[in-house]
């Protein structure tokens, strides 16, 4: 349709790239129940910022020190600072794509996280940097999405929201529970649907 693209690769966005990498390298290796090392994060940042900068022949030294203790701000969250005493083995998927065919359109998304307990999922999407509370209902928006597409596939389970802040000390998470939610999800969906119909008709 001839849109104009928004994305530019600058160290900016690298950092959110570098940081997602590095916390999808964790969640892998605690999926396949192995034991998570500061070591080993190391090792798994460094080897993503050398990719990183070969790929995009980007200057990442300016933001590398930043980047690395956000992504050890989380470790240390959920190794000192977590009460789930299944912190790792709850983890079920990393980088989750999910998908769902609507009437017109298809919507597609990836989780960034997915924890299985007995009674639910929990999603988590993870934003770099500290929280903005002038872009907390956008990011509530896009969680809203998420969890209805996952609601949709896993219909056995409620699903539950977070958002995962790794530039906080403390404070880290915001939290949205799917039934109470429900309304406004559906308002969502019905917001996004009214967005691809325009999008059809040229609008």
């Known amino acids: 349709l001839k849109f104009e693209g928004t994305s530019q690769d600058t160290p900016g966005t690298m950092f959110g790239t ?3 990498q590095t916390l999808q390298d964790i969640h892998l290796e605690a999926i396949k129940n192995e034991e ?5 994060i190391n090792e798994w940042f460094d080897k993503n910022a050398k990719s990183l900068q070969r790929a995009k022949k ?9 980047a690395r203790n956000n992504v050890i701000n989380y470790y240390d969250y959920l190794n000192k600072g977590y009460s789930d005493k299944n912190r790792w083995t709850t983890i079920k998927a990393s980088e989750m794509k999910v998908s769902l065919a609507m009437k017109d359109y298809i919507i ?3 989780i960034d996280m997915v924890r299985d307990y007995p ?5 988590f999407d993870f934003k770099t940097g500290q929280c903005e509370e002038n872009m ?8 809203r999405i998420y ?3 996952l609601g949709c596939i896993t219909e056995e389970k409620e699903v539950t929201m977070q958002l995962f802040f ?3 000390k403390g404070n880290h998470i915001r939290t949205l529970r799917y039934d109470n939610e429900k309304e406004n999800i559906t308002k969502e969906i019905e917001q996004f649907s009214n967005t691809v119909a325009k999008i059809m008709k040229h609008e």
């Not at 998570?36 to 080993?40: G, L, R, V, W």
């Not at 990442?60 to 930043?66: H, K, R, S, V």
């Not at 009674?119 to 999603?123: M, N, S």
């Not at 907390?136 to 969680?143: E, F, G, N, P």
């Open 147 to 149: 969890a209805y597409l």
């Open 36 to 40: 998570i090392t500061i070591e080993k």
């Open 166 to 168: 790794t530039g906080e």
């Open 108 to 110: 597609k998304g990836t």
């Open 119 to 123: 009674e639910f999922y929990r999603i």
């Open 58 to 66: 980007i200057n990442l030294n300016p933001i590398l020190e930043n």
């Open 136 to 143: 907390l209902q956008s990011y509530y928006r896009q969680l």
């Open 18 to 20: 570098l940081v997602h």
